[in-house]
């Protein structure tokens, strides 16, 4: 027998890595205790997707409502399932800048603490298992803001020639900027997952992503940009607009794209390894570009209420660089690009997300 252990399986990560693996024939084991809905209210809930999930894998899922801030809880089930465990994907957490500065105690138990429990649980369960952390390019903090940038009609754009050009690599500097409580907890996880592999020499590895993204996510205002968008020109709500007159740019990566990412690590695991993971020049757009895409695919206006002020630590640019993933794993290739992410959404949710 052979497990995949997915903490977070309810969410967009993590409910695509339980579908991903339970197909390549593995049992799937996950931890979730729906901790997005006390993150986000109900809409952040992830209640129906485990309902979903439980019914498509049936047998081949199992599911446990443990908290990963229960050390002992957690051990349990990593005892149960003991070397048995091949992959261990971590992808539960709190994920918002915003939300971790209202309880920093929470966000740093859930993120870092909770972390290095399950990492803690690996080492001594199933030292053998490739570990993949979901983290962030937030571990670069405001960083990526000291960039030269251009100010263009509908998006800002890295100067020409720049070494960042086709995207931002892993040699960025971590230190000496501003990273959010959240930026801060989630380094602290990525940096411990590292340790793991360097100090006890398991198969670890962290993926940084910027916008990680599909029909999955629970979209809720302070996390999952654009499927809240979608959902915003779908239903006719207002969407509020931070900074920068909306010519942010992120890249995306549909979570498919994510998860043959993550295969392609387990096939052949590497340790205390980080990737930036992204959409890159591929896959990637401005709020006002992604809006007037949204627009195109629903035939519908939205309504944006634009506030000067940007949320503090925001990216003004974010494009990954695959390069290094790519040169560890040259089979890789992304799938989805923009307009096909936002025309699943609309497919997925256009009985659901209907005018209010
Ligand atoms: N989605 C993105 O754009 C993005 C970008 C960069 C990094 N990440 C990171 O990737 C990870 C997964 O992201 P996602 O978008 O799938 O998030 P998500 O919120 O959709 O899924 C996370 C799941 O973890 C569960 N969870 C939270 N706290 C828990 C706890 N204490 N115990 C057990 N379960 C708990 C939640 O209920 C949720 O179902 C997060 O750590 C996030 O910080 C996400």
């Given at each position: 027998m052979s497990v995949a252990l997915v903490t977070g399986s309810a969410g967009l990560i993590g409910s695509e890595a339980a579908r991903h693996f339970a197909g390549l024939g593995l049992d799937v084991v996950g931890v979730d205790n729906d901790m997005r809905r006390y993150f986000f209210g109900d809409d952040g809930s992830t209640a129906w997707s485990l309902l979903r999930l439980t019914n498509d894998l049936d047998e081949a899922y199992s599911h446990f409502d443990t908290d990963i801030r229960d050390r002992d809880g957690l051990a349990q089930i990593f005892k149960k399932y003991g070397t048995d465990i091949s992959v261990v994907i971590h992808a539960a957490g709190q994920p918002s800048h915003d939300w971790a500065a209202k309880e920093p105690y929470t966000d740093f138990d859930v993120n870092a603490v909770g972390t290095l429990n399950v990492l803690e649980s690996t080492r001594q369960h199933c030292p053998e298992a490739a570990f993949i952390h979901c983290s962030?390019?937030?571990?670069?903090?405001?960083?990526?803001?000291?960039l030269p940038l251009r100010e263009l009609e509908t998006r800002y754009e890295i100067e020409p020639?720049?070494?960042?050009?086709?995207g931002i690599a892993?040699?960025?500097?971590?230190?000496?900027?501003l990273h959010s409580i959240f930026g801060v907890s989630k380094v602290a996880a990525d940096v411990m997952t590292q340790e793991y592999g360097?100090?006890?020499?398991?198969?670890t590895a962290n993926f940084r992503a910027g916008t990680m993204t599909g029909s999955a996510h629970s979209a809720a205002e302070l996390h999952g940009y654009l499927a809240y968008l979608m959902r915003c020109v779908m239903e006719g709500r207002t969407y509020n607009l931070y900074g920068y007159k909306g010519k942010m740019v992120r890249d995306a990566i549909h979570s498919h794209d994510v998860l043959t990412a993550f295969e392609a690590f387990f096939r052949d695991p590497r340790s205390a390894e980080v990737y930036n993971l992204g959409g890159g020049r591929f896959c990637n757009a401005s709020h006002i570009e992604a809006f007037r895409l949204a627009e195109e695919i629903t035939g519908r206006e939205s309504k944006i209420n634009y506030i000067d002020q940007a949320r503090?630590?925001?990216?003004?640019w974010w494009i990954s660089s695959m390069a290094k993933f790519q040169s560890h794993y040259p089979g890789w290739r992304p799938r989805y690009d923009l307009p096909t992410i936002l025309r699943e959404m609309y497919e997925a949710n256009v009985e659901v997300w209907v005018p209010r």
């Open positions: 962030t390019n937030k571990v670069y903090g405001d960083r990526p803001n000291q020639g720049h070494p960042y050009q086709s892993e040699d960025m500097s971590i230190d000496g900027c360097r100090y006890f020499g398991l198969r503090v630590g925001d990216h003004q």
